[in-house]
């Protein structure tokens, strides 16, 4: 090798080295401050070789009918659209921004009319001229201000991708809890109406016994207002049944409208067991998380940005064309001027000014270190909460079935204790109040268990169809 060749590549290698510089600012690594448990408090449901959240949505919502709403939703949900919209934002601002690191060129053409010689378009003196010139500009990345902004943007955009897919992680937890709302709500309306037939029939029983001189006014009256009663429970029902259904019509994407029913909520299938995997998941899993972490490393990249702005801008010019003062001779031999150079720019006065940005940089990173942290601890309380949840409220349904079967016996027994005789019709009266407070409960404990399941589900960050999952943007190498 001769050492001409030799001299070029050491050039060329020390040109190469110049443009691509260096990158100023710390490089992000994830803060392992706070704590995972090893393994969740409620150990009998927290198996370790599965999770729930593995199981796609479909498979913890087996109603067919709520399966449609979640699906019409996913297409619908107005929240949906907009975090779509919040992306696509993202994705063209990142674009721009890897723009910035290219030549700017721009193209000039015109007439002017000037009052003395242009030091810039050398020769042509006062008067009409044409021209038509080509400008270029290049910003050389030396410390690396629009790598860590490039680093900030992408960053930022897979932020956004996170909140799109917990987004659709609500829409579909909160389809499912409005639904079954509406069913615990169907299931009022009936029990309500049940009751009110019961006490109608004792009320009939008591103006008969009235009439016929066995008791007195006293049990019309008191069964005329417990009769009141359970008519004002069904009313309520009924207009919060209509209202949920408008709930549930605007989380569906449609004006309030009459919603379709599948199964009863005491026929609603939810898996019997309740596996939820590691704690360690959920900072791989849930995507508030994920989005809480890349937004600290979008403010990570913004502290070396304000540090490389502390450094001198040198920029590459240069500008070229032809300038005649008459349009037909724009072309001509002689039109032609051209500038190459380079600029310096290196801040003076506004280097405190720069100073206080790199810290206002550092502050916004440590408090998104924050958010990360409250975010993490916020899901494994979450997961706990579900957990214990999910376990006592099947024991509290389970202890409601029994009190609603008695309170209807209880029922029974008064019923034929007044009718003949026994007993007064206060006690009656205080068994169906009884029953119906009871089957209230059990159907209000029936929603609370089905939608924990769903909550637990949410918590431990399933709940995304896996064809909207494998959108799901990976993340690409930054380019230094």
């Known amino acids: ?132 010139g080509t400008g270029l500009s290049w910003e050389l990345d030396l410390w690396g201000r629009m790598r860590r902004l490039n680093e900030s943007a992408l960053a930022l955009l897979l932020a956004t991708e996170q909140a799109r897919r917990g987004v659709i992680l609500s829409v579909v937890s909160e389809v499912a809890r409005a639904y079954l709302e509406l069913r615990d709500l169907d299931a009022q309306v009936a029990i309500a109406g049940q009751q009110i037939d019961i006490r109608r029939q004792s009320l009939t029983l008591a103006r008969a016994r009235f009439r016929g001189g066995l008791t007195s006014e006293l049990d019309v009256r008191q069964g005329e207002n417990a009769l009141a009663l359970a008519e004002g429970t069904q009313e309520r029902a009924l207009r919060e049944r209509r209202q949920k259904e408008n709930e549930l019509s605007v989380l569906v994407g449609r004006p309030p409208a009459n919603m379709p029913r599948g199964l009863p909520l005491a026929d609603q299938p939810f898996p019997d067991s309740i596996p939820a995997g590691l704690p360690s998941d959920l900072l791989t899993r849930r995507p508030d998380v994920r989005r809480a972490e890349e937004e600290v490393r979008a403010a990570n990249a913004r502290i070396g940005a304000a540090i490389a702005a502390l450094f001198p801008t040198i920029s590459l010019t240069g500008l070229g064309g032809t300038v005649s003062d008459q349009l037909t001779s724009l072309f001509e031999r002689g039109s032609k001027y051209w500038r190459i150079g380079a600029d310096v720019v290196q801040p003076v006065l506004d280097h405190r000014r720069s100073k206080f940005h790199v810290d206002a940089e550092r502050a916004r990173t440590e408090a998104a270190v924050g958010e990360y942290e409250r975010t993490v601890l916020t899901a494994f309380r979450e997961v706990e909460d579900g957990l214990v949840a999910v376990r006592r409220l099947h024991a509290e349904v389970a202890a409601a079935a029994r009190a609603a079967t008695a309170a209807r016996q209880a029922v029974r027994l008064a019923a034929l204790r007044y009718e003949g005789g026994v007993d007064s019709y206060l006690s009656l009266l205080d068994a169906q109040r009884a029953q119906l407070d009871a089957e209230l409960r059990e159907s209000e404990l029936r929603r609370e268990h089905r939608v924990s399941v769903v909550q637990l589900y949410k918590a431990l960050g399933g709940g995304w169809d896996p064809v909207t999952e494998s959108l799901a943007m990976p993340r690409p190498a930054v380019r230094r």
């Open 1 to 132: 090798m001769t050492m001409p060749r030799v001299r070029c590549r050491v050039l060329l290698g020390a040109a190469m080295l110049l443009l691509s510089g260096c990158v100023m600012g710390p490089n992000y690594r994830r803060r392992d401050t706070t704590p995972v448990p090893a393994a969740w408090r409620d150990t009998s449901s927290a198996l370790r070789d599965s999770s729930l959240a593995n199981l796609p949505w479909w498979s913890v919502l087996g109603d067919t009918t709520l399966q449609g709403l979640v699906r019409t939703a996913l297409q619908e949900n107005r929240d949906l659209h907009i975090a779509v919209a919040r992306v696509n934002e993202a994705r063209a601002q990142l674009g721009i921004q890897r723009l910035e690191r290219y030549p700017q060129i721009d193209v000039e053409a015109g007439v002017v009319r000037s009052s003395g010689a242009d030091s810039l378009l050398s020769g042509v003196g006062a008067g009409r001229r044409a021209f038509l």
